[in-house]
T-cell receptor
């Protein structure tokens, strides 16, 4: 069964460093998402991406965040200058259709630890 | 606006039933239910799109009361595998492609 994959599974970085989290969505999916989950807390929406552009973003997704689909398969989340509070689990998700009507399939997540 | 889930946590014995509620202060287009086990990604359970819609598979079902802006998830004759945190996610009527999740309800099933 096709699944969303994410790399790396765990990344440790120093505060102020840039990180890139990578996701490979399911191949026929058109909508892509990033969520984060701080340990023990709820899943928070960051951004949705469709047709090579951001369709919606939350207040969390400020100027230090960016997303890209550099080729036909990868979907990346870049954090330019990491802060301690960016430490969280980051989930990528994808869906065939728009998020409200279609199942979003989540990847296994990347645990980001900022020291 | 984040949906409100209740209860925060439930402990059941295997075979007992549970109801988890999700309510929103905004008019909703859809409600999504996910289950997440500790250290794992959320797993999709179901989407409810229409007011009055009820869905279910196996012994897990849900309803969506559009007028009350509420959804409930029903777990019948719970199994040990049902343990985890259940999140509802809502999309508002303006169809902004953004699903906002509640804080979750922790369900623990005892043998």
């Amino acid at each position: 069964e096709p699944e969303v994959t994410q790399t790396p599974s765990h990344q440790v970085t120093q505060m102020g460093q840039e990180v890139i989290l990578r996701c490979v969505p399911i191949s026929n999916h058109l909508y892509f998402y990033w969520y984060r989950q701080i340990l023990g807390q709820k899943v928070e929406f960051l951004v949705s991406f469709y047709n090579n552009e951001i369709s919606e973003k939350s207040e969390i997704f400020d100027d230090q965040f960016s997303v890209e689909r550099p080729d036909g398969s990868n979907f990346t989340l870049k954090i330019r200058s990491t802060k301690l509070e960016d430490s969280a689990m980051y989930f990528c998700a994808s869906s065939v259709g728009s998020g409200g009507t279609d199942t979003q399939y989540f990847g296994p997540g990347t645990r980001l630890t900022v020291l | 606006q984040q949906p409100v889930q209740s209860p925060q946590a439930v402990i059941l014995r295997e075979g007992e039933d549970a109801v988890i509620n999700c309510s929103s202060s905004k008019a909703l287009y859809s409600v999504h239910w996910y289950r997440q086990k500790h250290g794992e990604a959320p797993i999709f359970l179901m989407i409810l799109l229409k007011g009055g819609e009820q869905k279910g598979h196996d012994k897990i079902s849900a309803s969506f009361n559009e007028k009350k802006q509420q959804s409930s998830l029903y777990l019948t004759a719970s199994q040990l595998s049902y343990s985890g945190t259940y999140f509802c996610g809502t999309e508002s009527l303006n169809r902004d492609d953004k699903i906002i999740f509640g804080k979750g309800t922790r369900l623990h099933i005892l043998p």
